[in-house]
Structures are given as C-alpha cells and as structure tokens.
C-alpha cells in the first residue's frame, strides 16, 4: 500500500517562525489529510484536501497539493510552543477512508 | 477531547496470552478503524468496519480479530502475543464520506 513520506523529519524552530514540512506520495489519490500528534496521545485531524484542490486554510494551516508531483506541504504560520508535536500526512487513495500514513514530522517550537 | 474512547488505557501481558481492546466511537459514527502504532513499523492500518461489517482489511495478522457490535463499539483481540506486539493501538471513527477520522488516545500495549 502507498505511503507519504514526510520531508523533513524534524524541524526546531523559534516562537513566531514559520513551518514547513512536506510529504509525497506513490499512486493517485482521492485526498490528502493532515494529522498532529503530541508524544504519545492521539491524533487529531487537522486538514484534508481532496485530489481536485490546491490549496486550502485552516486558521493557521495552509495546506497544497500537486498531484502532478504526488506531494503535499503543510504550512504553520507564526508557530507556538503548543504547535511543538508530530505531524502526520496520510492518504486516501480509493475514497474508502483507508488511510496511508507517513513516517511523520517533529517539530519543536522553542519559546 | 475527540469523543472516541478507549480502554485500557495502558495493558502489560506476557507472550502468549490474549488481550481485548475495546473502543467506544463518536455518537452518530458508523465506521471504525483500527491501527497500530510502532516505532519501526510508523502507523499501519488494521482493519476498518462499517456498520457491524467488516469493510477493508489492512496488516492485520491472522492472530489479531475484531468485531464491531450493534450498539456500534468495536474490539480488537490480539492472541498468542509475541514481543513484537508491542505497540500504540489506536481506535478511530468516522462519518462515511466525511474523510477526517477521530482518533481514540490509544491503548499502550506492552508484551513482556
């Protein structure tokens, strides 16, 4: 089954910096979602992009997708210690809910 | 607070036995998912039911089981463990054609 693989896999950074991490992906799919995960707990969902979009805001989430390269990029503007966490993609290739999940992202975000 | 629980929170058995995870879905969620998450095997989907069905099948080996009730709770069961069990187990669910999935905060499983 396809994965995304995040890039890249750890990212320190300062309150109020910016963040930018990505993920790519092997075959078609029908979306692309973002999760985060503080150590240990569960994941939240954070965004999902569907295969006919390129861009999409959340609050201070700025996701994009380029199926024609097969990747993604999540974009966390103006960061926070609380925004220190792992951050998933996963995909949905067949639009049947069964997600893909990538390696991950750590990002700590010093205060 | 995702709305889906999960018990035990932590479950520390011996190889050989069996365990039961149990997971309770949002209200109104018909589809459950299970996944297991391990250091070297990153987050792997299990399997996913819809309904009381089994509807997709992902890495889930031949010892593991799992059913989802009427009242729409699921359990995974996990036998002849082995030391490679070892792992964040987790429970989501989700509306269907909705896309996010709202996960539990997992069931620790540590095989000794």
């Known amino acids: 089954s396809q994965q995304g693989e995040e890039d890249p896999q750890a990212l320190s950074i300062q309150e109020g910096e910016n963040a930018t991490m990505n993920c790519s992906y092997k075959t078609s799919i029908n979306n692309l979602q973002w999760y985060r995960q503080n150590s240990g707990r569960g994941l939240v969902h954070l965004i999902l992009i569907r295969s006919n979009e390129r861009e999409k805001h959340s609050g201070r989430l700025r996701v994009t997708l380029d199926t024609s390269k097969k990747s993604s990029s999540l974009l966390i503007t103006a960061s926070r210690a609380a925004d220190t966490a792992s951050y998933f993609c996963a995909t949905d290739a067949q639009g049947n809910n069964r997600l893909a999940f990538g390696k991950g992202n750590q990002v700590v975000v010093i205060p | ?112």
Do not use: M
């Open chain 2, 1 to 112: 607070d995702s709305g889906v629980t999960q018990t035990p929170k932590h479950l520390i058995t011996a190889t050989g036995q069996r365990v039961t995870l149990r997971c309770s879905p949002r209200s109104g969620d018909l589809s459950v998912y299970w996944y297991q998450q391990s250091l070297d095997q990153g987050l792997q989907f299990l399997i996913q039911y819809y309904n009381g069905e089994e509807r997709a099948k992902g890495n889930i080996l031949e010892r593991f089981s799992a059913q989802q009730f009427p009242d729409l709770h699921s359990e995974l069961n996990l036998s002849s463990l082995e030391l490679g069990d070892s792992a964040l187990y987790f429970c989501a669910s989700s509306v269907t054609g909705d896309g996010a999935q709202y996960f539990g905060p997992g069931t620790r499983l540590l095989v000794l």
